[in-house]
Structures are given as C-alpha cells and as structure tokens.
C-alpha cells in the first residue's frame, strides 16, 4: 500500500496531547503542536495485527465512537467479525444471561476511551485486545496498539479496509491487494456535513 495513501487519508496526524503509552510511535510534532505518527510503524502493526486476527474464527469488533461504525460493520461483514456499534452494553461478553451475549476470542475496538466498557469486560475474561490508539490515548489494558489517527473518517475507513485485506490475504482467500473487491470509500462513513448541505 503506497504511503500516498496513508497520507491523503490523514492515518498519520495525530493529536496535541500525547500520553507517556503512545509518546514511543511519535515521529516528530509539527509546528502547529500535532503530533505526527510514524508511517512505518502504522504499516507493520496493521499487518502484524492482521495475522494475529486472521486465526480466529469469533472476532468482535466495537466501535461506540459514530465516525467508527460504518468502518467496523463493513470489516465485520467482509471478515465474518461480530460488530457491536453504538453503546456497549455491561455485560455483553461477561454474563452469559444477558440477552445480547457474545463470546468472542479476540476484541478489536475502535477508540479505548470511548470503548472502556468492552476492554474492562475483555480484559476480565482474558481476551486479547488489539485497539486503533490516537496519541492521546491510554493503552495499559490493551494487548497490541495500532497507532493511528482514530478520530477521522477517511483514516478509519483506511485502517479497517487494510486491516480486512491483510486479514483476507492471511486466511488465503485472495494472494494479491488487488483482488480485494473492496475499496477504502466503500469503510467511510458519509460526512454528516454534507448531508446536512443536501
């Protein structure tokens, strides 16, 4: 994937708060304060965490963060994943009564803050958890960072296109990026302004 791509979707920009867990995958501040996340980096952890995926049959992946639920259901849907958008509901993975009860073996969330409720409810039950970390985010409960922009829509529609891809070229279902049938635009959520404009 050409780092043109990384760039235009803005996978790289970060924030101007870095927390002391995310201050390693900074390459360097901007002048505007931003911090600029290493583009190197991002390529490897996306394809190591694709492998790591690949082998599991009952991924779940949340995002109560709305710019993140069009790119988790789309992945969800490409990689045969469980998407759990919007509010995670206590108990969803702890207590086998609750209506909404999912089992899953590895926990994939959009945004650690916004989803503690589903690493709390992973890390209670020992499954690994892989989360797309802003800089400005807290990671001591998470099992393998992807540093990424997570608050855009083009770069979390690009993390999550990537993310499948990987996942679909490990699990032998396509050899090449270019027999993916997907592509970024097909991840990203419609921008709320635009519509309001039509």
Same mark, same amino acid.
């Given at each position: ?6 760039? @235009? ?30 583009? =190197?980096?991002? +390529? =490897? ?8 995926? @690949? ?7 949340? @995002? ?18 469980? +998407? ?18 999912? +089992? ?15 690493? =709390? ?66 991840? +990203? ?10």
């Amino acid at each position: 994937m050409p780092y043109e791509q990384f760039l @235009s979707a803005g996978m790289h920009i970060g924030m101007k708060q870095q927390t002391k867990d995310m201050e390693r995958f900074v390459y360097k501040l901007r002048d505007d304060g931003l911090a600029v996340l290493d583009l =190197k980096t991002i +390529e =490897k952890r996306i394809k190591l965490a694709a492998q790591f995926l @690949s082998r599991f049959d009952r991924i779940m992946v949340v @995002s109560r963060k709305f710019v993140g639920w069009k790119p988790a259901t789309k992945f969800a849907e490409v990689v045969g994943a469980k +998407e759990l958008t919007g509010r995670f509901l206590p108990g969803t993975i702890t207590n086998p009564a609750f209506p909404g009860y999912y +089992e899953p073996e590895v926990l994939l969330v959009t945004d650690p803050l916004m989803d503690a409720q589903a690493i =709390k409810e992973a890390g209670k039950m020992r499954i690994p958890i892989i989360a797309l970390s802003d800089t400005c985010n807290e990671t001591g409960l998470i099992d393998f960072v992807i540093p990424i922009n997570n608050k855009g829509r083009k770069s979390l529609a690009m993390v999550y296109y990537l993310l499948a891809m990987e996942i679909e070229k490990c699990r032998g279902k396509i050899k090449e990026d270019e027999e993916f049938a997907h592509k970024p635009e097909d991840f +990203e959520t419609e921008d709320r302004r635009k519509r309001r404009e039509e």
